[in-house]
């Protein structure tokens, strides 16, 4: 189901760079390059249960892109959600909007707990990611999961 979910995010956003997981660890540990404005296009509920380190939840469905604007469009913006459809919905409108260096996460927060990289909740390391529902949950490795609510 994975590659079917990355086959399909490249037909419906030919467009969108993407970073992989591997990628994207290692430019957040080279202090020597510019780190980027990170954004969690999951619902506040997700974000709420467990997040990546630095980043800023924004609402994918109605995005405040204005309060974007404080940053230069070259500020490099990565932005991920479960899986990464949603996000690359929301690379899309950033590119749109005029930001020139924006990456989809590829395979979301899901792929990048489940190669064991470090999340948190309230500035605290966890384990528990938001499944998004039983069906995209499944993606999730099961020790992982935190119960819906």
């Given amino acids: 189901m994975?590659?079917?979910l990355k086959i399909l995010i490249k037909l419906q956003f030919p467009t969108i760079q993407e970073i992989t997981t591997e990628e994207f660890a290692h430019w957040l540990l080279n202090s020597r390059k510019s780190q980027p404005?990170?954004?969690?296009?999951?619902?506040?509920?997700?974000?709420?249960v467990s997040?990546?380190?630095t980043a800023v939840h924004i609402d994918s469905i109605a995005?405040?892109?204005?309060?974007?604007?404080t940053n230069s469009k070259f500020t490099p913006i990565v932005v991920y959600c479960s899986v990464g459809y949603r996000s690359a919905k929301l690379v899309q409108q950033l590119d749109e909007a005029g930001m020139k260096c924006i990456f989809n996460l590829s395979g979301g927060i899901f792929q990048w707990v489940n190669e064991g990289r470090p999340i948190f909740?309230?500035?605290?390391?966890t384990q528990l990611v938001h499944p998004y529902n039983p069906i995209?949950?499944?993606?999730?490795?099961?020790?992982?999961?935190a119960q819906e609510r």
């Fill in 121 to 125: 909740r309230d500035e605290h390391p």
């Fill in 37 to 48: 404005l990170v954004l969690d296009a999951r619902s506040q509920a997700e974000y709420m």
């Fill in 51 to 53: 997040h990546l380190k």
């Fill in 136 to 145: 995209w949950g499944k993606l999730l490795k099961g020790r992982y999961h």
């Fill in 63 to 69: 995005p405040d892109l204005a309060g974007l604007s």
């Fill in 2 to 4: 994975r590659n079917f």
